[in-house]
């Protein structure tokens, strides 16, 4: 198999030896593997995969494998859960849980990316499920209608490496907090409203969501400000470049930094706990 590799590889336009995913699927379906097998061999010998070759110079290629061996819980798959699946698909990281307990309404079609008017009506996590299985084939994705900080969803979240927060309710996201935390992995969080969005790290180790914000209402700014498109999807394009940097280890919990952003008034400022 390795042989077969260092053949097909070519050279790309950036000088980086590339893997087609054309010759990637010929190989693993002659020797009865998984993309995911030849993707890990190819990089191990620093060649890239073309799916993920555009990943080169952001990440060296044993970190673009270690990503293939991740495994993320998403909790929720709307307007913030939705954007960190596919992005999160997109850059490799190789298992994704996904949890929502439910279906698209026509109020989710001004902001959440798997919401069309096809799939009114439909699960959320299985909609992303079936979104994402086009988007990346070889990302292990598993959807549970199930609301991820009950009890019939632990079982399901034995081995993730992290906790990716797409809720919308403190006390949601103080039980998520407090799951991450007994499961002794990371939580990333977001919240958003209108146009405005905050962005941090919650480590096992440090101040749980409850004790830096509360957990008391059940309703948050996003019920009376609104949530345009834009906004979920730069939070969680900020939220993923956190995730990758945690699984990476680039990412450390000597501090607590929180990331607040006015889109609109183009203003970011950063609090630390």
Not at 151 to 167: E, N, S
Not at 173 to 187: D, F, I, N, Q, W
Not at 252 to 262: G, K, L, N, R
Request: proline share 4%.
């Amino acid at each position: 198999m390795n042989r077969q590799i260092r053949q097909a590889a070519r050279p790309n336009e950036h000088g980086h030896d590339m893997l087609s995913e054309t010759e990637t699927e010929r190989i693993a379906g002659g020797a009865g593997l998984i993309l995911t097998d030849i993707y890990n061999a190819a990089l191990e010998m620093g060649i890239w995969p073309e799916r993920y070759v555009r990943n080169a110079g952001s990440f060296s290629s044993d970190e673009q494998r270690q990503l293939l061996g991740k495994v993320v819980a998403v909790a929720g798959c709307g307007g913030l859960g939705g954007y960190i699946a596919q992005f999160l698909a997109r850059m490799g990281v190789g298992g994704l849980r996904l949890f929502d307990p439910d279906v698209y309404e026509a109020s989710n079609l001004n902001r959440q990316v798997f919401a069309s008017s096809d799939t009114l009506g439909a699960g959320k996590a299985e909609t992303a499920r079936a979104a994402l299985s086009a988007v990346n084939p070889s990302v292990s994705v598993t959807a549970h209608r199930l609301d991820v900080t009950g009890d019939k969803a632990r079982p399901h979240l034995t081995g993730v490496d992290l906790v990716a927060d797409g809720l919308d309710s403190l006390g949601d996201r103080a039980r998520l907090s407090e799951l991450a935390r007994a499961l002794k992995v990371p939580m990333v969080h977001a919240a958003i409203s209108g146009f405005e969005a905050r962005v941090m790290v919650l480590w096992p180790e440090g101040p749980s969501f409850g004790e830096l914000f509360g957990a008391e209402a059940e309703t948050t700014a996003e019920a009376t400000l609104g949530t345009p498109a834009v906004t979920p999807a730069v939070a969680a394009g900020l939220q993923c470049s956190q995730i990758v940097g945690v699984l990476l280890g680039k990412v450390s919990p000597a501090e607590t930094p929180m990331v607040h952003m006015d889109l609109m008034e183009m203003r970011t400022e950063v609090f630390h706990f």
